[in-house]
Structure formats: C-alpha cells, structure tokens
C-alpha cells in the first residue's frame, strides 16, 4: 500500500470489553509507533518497535495495554477491560530505518469509544 | 522531561493573510523538529522536517524556522487559503537518552481557520 492503515477506524466498545486495533505499516519500515491522541490534545507516545522488538514501551498507561509485532511488519495494540478514559484516537506510524532523520508518516488512526 | 508549547491554540484569519504559528520547547537537544498538519478524523501529514543543524527549510507556501539554541521554531504560511484550515502540529525527536526511544514529543497544536 501506498501508506500507513489502521482498521477498524471507528470502534465503539462497553466499558469492559477488550479491544484490538491494527495496524499495518509502509512495506519494509523497520520502525514502527503507536501514539494516543485525547480530544483536544496532541499525540501522545505509547511503544515502539524495530522490527518484531518492542524497545521502549514506557508510555503505555497500564498493564491493560499491550502491544505486539510479531513478524515485524503488522502490528496490534490490544486494550484489556476497556476504561471509559480510554477513550482517544490511537495513532499508528512506522519510518524507514533511523527515525532521528528519517520522517514519521502517519495512519488515519482508530478513534475509541468506551461507553 | 522535554515539552512542548504551541501558541495561539486557536487562530481564525482571512483569505489572503500571512499567518505565523509558534512552536517553543524546554530541551535544545533534539534531532529535528517536524511541523504536521492534521485534518478532523484524519491522521497526520508530514509538512517540513527540520533537522537540528538546519535553520529553516521551504515547501511551497511554507515556510519553517529553527533557533535550537532558544528552543523555538515558528511556521510561516503566505497567502493562506481556506484549504488551509486544519490543526497544526509542532512535535521534537528528542536526542536519545540511556533507555529512550524514537519517540516524537508533540504539543497540543494550533487550529487554524481560513475564512
């Protein structure tokens, strides 16, 4: 594909419930992100991977998150148990090799809603 | 911890105006500064990338300016038209510490309203 997908793009969940949102990255980006963006806010780092490594996961807010690259191209972020504070748009983006020059070129990303 | 600040939050100007957006930030040691422009419900387009021993860089009706030393950049757009209208994004590639990431540090952007 010509850029970053994420599917679904709009997901209503029941406070509760868990949650799976993919993303698939531009073919062959070696790095890949996933951001959360509250109503009003800018994007907010949550993981990061190279490859099928998740190198730094520190943003993410609790051990309901977690996210999973495991061939090192698709990736998802699962939610656990869904909170109504987790309701945010999730950003997805991957960059070609070495980010600290290479651009970020982002998804359409997911918009949440818990209920 | 590295921050973000973009002022005005909210801008509405005439068809025809140049307009300056500005972005400040706590932490000279970057890698680069990247402006993006974000459309409702959409993800995030890449506008200038600027990297840190650069001072400006053009695109179009574009213009981006870097003083690291001050921690500011500010973007400049001529003769704004109403597709113009979105939010705009100003987010640092914080030069990696022990343990850090390619994470961007984005701030809370600044609408902008074309009329």
């Known amino acids: 594909g010509a850029g970053v997908s994420q599917s679904p793009r709009y997901k209503v969940a029941k406070r509760g419930q868990d949650v799976a949102l993919r993303c698939d990255p531009i073919?062959?980006?070696?790095?890949l992100f996933w951001y959360q963006q509250a109503l009003g806010q800018g994007p907010e780092f949550l993981t990061y991977?190279?490859?099928?490594?998740?190198?730094?996961k520190s943003g993410l807010p609790s051990d309901r998150f977690f996210a999973e690259r495991p061939e090192g191209s698709v990736s998802t972020l699962k939610i656990q148990r869904t909170q109504q504070e987790d309701s945010a748009v999730y950003l997805c983006?991957?960059?070609?090799?070495?980010?600290?020059?290479?651009?970020?070129?982002f998804g359409p990303g997911t918009r949440l809603t818990v209920l | 911890k590295q921050e973000v600040t973009q002022i005005p939050a909210a801008l509405s100007v005439p068809e025809g105006e140049n307009l300056v957006l500005n972005c400040s930030f706590t932490?000279?040691?970057?890698?680069?500064l990247q402006w993006f422009r974000q459309d409702p419900g959409k993800g995030l387009t890449s506008l200038l990338l600027?990297?840190?021993?650069?001072r400006e860089q053009t695109s179009g009706r574009l213009n981006a300016s870097l003083d690291k030393s001050s921690g500011r950049s500010t973007l400049y757009i001529a003769a704004s038209q109403p597709g113009d209208s979105a939010t705009y994004l100003c987010?640092?590639?914080?030069?990696?510490?022990?343990?850090?990431?390619?994470?961007?540090?984005f701030g809370k952007g600044t609408k902008l309203t074309v009329n």
């Open positions: 983006a991957s960059s070609a090799r070495d980010s600290s020059t290479d651009t970020q070129y």
């Open positions: 073919s062959g980006h070696v790095s």
């Open positions: 991977f190279q490859n099928e490594a998740q190198l730094d």
């Open positions: 932490d000279s040691a970057i890698y680069n």
């Open positions: 600027i990297q840190s021993s650069q």
């Open positions: 987010a640092v590639h914080p030069i990696l510490t022990q343990g850090g990431s390619e994470k961007l540090v």
